[in-house]
């Protein structure tokens, strides 16, 4: 009992870390629109609407 309390009490935290650094990161892309704007094309490839998106993708080699 003692051990999975000890788990719990370990997840809470590492849980309360990572909504701690989202909390951050959330008020640095809300107060700073370029980087919003970095974060959605990177993330969501959004585009303006006269803009082209390329996607590249590299191939693995396949010579032996």
Do not use: G, H, T
């Not at 803009?51 to 080699?61: C, G, P, R």
Request: aromatic content about 8%; overall charge neutral; charged content about 50%.
């Amino acid at each position: 009992m003692s051990k999975k309390l000890s788990e719990k009490e370990e997840e809470k935290e590492f849980y309360l870390q990572k909504i701690s650094e989202v909390k951050k990161d959330r008020e640095e892309l809300l107060s700073n629109q370029e980087l919003l704007e970095k974060y959605a094309r990177e993330k969501y490839l959004m585009k303006k609407p006269a803009e082209d998106l390329f996607i590249i993708v590299k191939q693995e080699d396949k010579q032996k």
